[in-house]
Each structure stands twice: as structure tokens, then as C-alpha cells.
């Protein structure tokens, strides 16, 4: 799990860093202590859960919350602050958890134990096609692609027209499907090779002969997912 600790206060930071640390399956913990930091760590990697306390110096964290709310797939966001007059207001806005100052060891361990059950609870999303309704796996989904105005969504063993835009879906999936294209979104564990393509970009074949384009806005992404960064 990787995470986002966003306080102006340093030793607030440090406190909730080591509490972070010394849990199981945590692959990441990042600072920020203002507004540009998080917002430039956000674009810069793609976090589960970010802990996000209210009083800022330069803006509040429950505007902070509202944008990254609009990101496409933001992270989960557990506000973490000495204030419990907020509470209503953060749950308003989808938070996952509140936990208040001074940190308590074991409410920290289960507020990160809930952001690991909503991560990985996501295993199936329902479609609707020819006037059917099909609930599909998500681990079976092998690309999510537009061609000529209609989304494709490819399993294993077949493929399924609808007529809806590819970011209704894109919040809807795992972490371990990305975006590589405007047009293309991936199941990363159905990647069977990628070589160059034209203009400095890669065309990447997935399971079932499935060859698709990743455009250069999102190669660095790309490459950082399969190890070559």
C-alpha cells in the first residue's frame, strides 16, 4: 500500500510516518506539508490512501479533499487532525476514516486495515450489453478500449459492446488496471510484451492477440509498471 501524509506540522508527520512504518504490506509513505506538495506528489504516483489533516497553512484540508475527489482515480482519505468539529463535513465529502490527535497506535492500525478492505474488495463490475446485464470478473477483463465511438470491454473469452464513455469504468477498477491511452485502459496482469512503435511510443500485446497502443503521455507511467523504470 502506498501512502500520502499531507500536515504542515512536522512532528505530527513524524509520528503518524512511524506509526505507518511499522504495519504490514506498506510499500510506500510520502510526505507533504502544504498544497502544491500534494497535489505535484498526486501526479507524480498513484497513492491508496491519503492521510490529511484540516488546518493547512496555505488552505484547508477539507478543500483539499473536494479537488482531489475530482481526480479520476483518487485515493482514499482519512483526515487526521486535533479538531472533531469536522467530522460531518469529512464523511460529506467520502472520507474513509477520521482519527484525531494525539495518534492513537491502534486506531491508526484499523483506520489502514479499512483503506486495505476497500482496496481490495473490488473483484467484479456489472455491464449492461444487448439489453443484458453481465457481472464480469475483474481479473478476467483483459482490456478496456474505444474504436469508432463505442467501448470494448475484452474478458478472456469474449468481448462486450456498450455504448458509454471509458471513464465511467475507470474509477470502477482495480489498481492493477491503468490507462495508457485517451482510448485504452489495461488489466497490467494480461500484458504479455510491448515493443516500439512509431512516434517514440509502444504498442503492447495482451492476452488474446490483443494489441494496443500506449501513447507517449502515459509511456513513463507505463514503463514504471512493468520495471523499466
Excluded at 506539508?33 to 492521510?51: G, N, P, W
Amino acid at each position: 500500500m502506498k501512502i500520502l501524509i499531507v500536515d504542515d506540522e512536522p512532528l505530527a508527520r513524524n509520528e503518524l510516518k512511524f506509526l505507518v512504518e511499522q504495519l504490514d504490506d506498506i510499500d510506500l509513505v510520502d510526505e507533504a506539508d502544504c498544497v502544491e506538495e500534494t497535489l505535484t506528489a498526486l501526479l507524480s504516483e498513484r497513492y491508496d490512501l491519503l492521510f490529511l489533516d484540516i488546518n493547512l497553512i496555505d488552505e484547508s484540508g477539507l478543500d483539499l479533499a473536494q479537488k482531489i475527489n475530482k481526480m479520476k482515480r483518487p485515493p482514499h482519505i482519512i483526515f487526521a487532525t486535533a479538531h472533531d468539529t469536522y467530522a460531518v463535513k469529512a464523511f460529506e465529502l467520502n472520507a474513509l476514516d477520521y482519527v484525531l490527535k494525539p495518534f492513537d497506535p491502534l486506531r491508526i492500525e484499523q483506520a489502514v486495515a479499512k483503506a486495505r478492505t476497500e482496496k481490495q474488495q473490488i473483484t467484479a463490475i456489472s455491464i449492461q450489453s444487448d439489453d443484458k446485464i453481465y457481472v464480469l470478473k475483474c481479473e478476467e477483463i483483459v482490456a478496456l478500449y474505444v474504436e469508432e465511438g463505442q467501448l470494448h470491454i475484452t474478458t478472456v473469452d469474449r468481448e462486450y459492446l456498450l455504448n458509454e464513455p471509458l471513464s465511467n469504468y475507470e474509477k470502477k477498477l482495480p489498481d492493477y488496471f491503468m490507462r495508457i491511452h485517451r482510448s485504452n485502459i489495461i488489466n497490467t496482469r494480461h500484458i504479455i510484451s510491448a515493443e516500439h512503435w512509431f512516434n517514440h511510443t509502444y504498442q503492447v500485446k495482451l492476452t488474446g492477440d490483443i494489441k494496443l497502443q500506449v501513447s507517449r503521455s502515459y509511456i513513463r507511467a507505463f514503463k514504471e509498471e512493468i520495471g523499466l523504470i
